[in-house]
Antibody, heavy 117, light 113 residues
Framework: EVQLLESGGGLVQPGGSLRLSCAAS????????MSWVRQAPGKGLEWVSV????????YYADSVKGRFTISRDNSKNTLYLQMNSLRVDDTAVYYC??????????WGQGTLVTVSS | DIVMTQSPDSLAVSLGERATINCRSS????????????LVWYQQKSGQPPKLLIY???TRESGVPDRFIGSGSGTDFTLTISNLQAEDVAVYYC?????????FGQGTKLEIK
């Protein structure tokens, strides 16, 4: 059974940084394309970023490009999202997901990031 | 970016009846070389992560009841839920994976009448 467990969320001030982690189990992590998707409180889903199994390629939404960095440690079966220069509108639940092809199949329960002064 | 627009924003349907949710993309999401539409449907119940229902616009994910039917091609797609059950109350999202960014529709909230 695929399990994805996000952590690292919390309260941070505008302009601050946070690193999210997603621990994966029940899958061959190193060959799994992984994504981050976020959901602002009471709002819809927003795709954030995706990374290849090897970590060689990654793509970002324009809203986070240059501020967020997706990465992975295949030896630890862990996905990361480094978030810098955080803004109030980055407040959301952040989900990690395992992709099949180019769409997400398995999702974690999410971790809440609140950006507020 | 491909813009995904769902309609309606919300709907209320009686138990046992049919619910129809529409999704339109601003450009075709048909991958012509394999004749498949790069579109998925997700169901999100309150307080839960999204759950994959349909991929390639019309292929049901394993374990999804056959009451859920995806259809459409090119730019216009439909999710039909037949014989509506109480557990189908949720927000439904379409998403295109034809190109990055992988954009979502705004969601359709389904309630019981």
């Amino acid at each position: 059974e695929v399990q994805l467990l996000e952590s690292g969320g919390g309260l941070v001030q505008p302009g601050g940084s946070l690193r999210l982690s997603c621990a994966a189990s029940g899958l061959t992590f190193s060959s799994s394309v992984m994504s981050w998707v976020r959901q602002a409180p009471g709002k819809g889903l927003e795709w954030v970023s995706v990374i290849s199994g090897s970590g060689d390629s990654a793509y970002y939404a324009d809203s986070v490009k240059g501020r967020f960095t997706i990465s992975r440690d295949n030896s630890k079966n862990t996905l990361y999202l480094q978030m810098n220069s955080l803004r109030v509108d980055d407040t959301a639940v952040y989900y990690c997901a395992k992709d099949r092809g180019s769409y997400s199949v398995y999702w974690g329960q999410g971790t809440l990031v609140t950006v507020s002064s | 970016d491909i813009v995904m627009t769902q309609s309606p924003d919300s709907l209320a349907v009686s138990l046992g009846e049919r619910a129809t949710i529409n999704c339109r993309s601003s450009q075709s999401v048909l991958y012509s070389s394999i004749n498949k539409n790069n579109l998925v449907w997700y169901q999100q119940k309150s307080g839960q992560p999204p759950k994959l229902l349909i991929y390639w616009a019309s292929t049901r994910e394993s374990g999804v009841p056959d009451r859920f039917i995806g259809s459409g091609s090119g730019t216009d797609f439909t999710l039909t839920i037949s014989n509506l059950q109480a557990e189908d109350v949720a927000v439904y999202y379409c998403q295109q994976y034809y190109s990055t960014p992988r954009t979502f529709g705004q969601g359709t909230k389904l309630e019981i009448k």
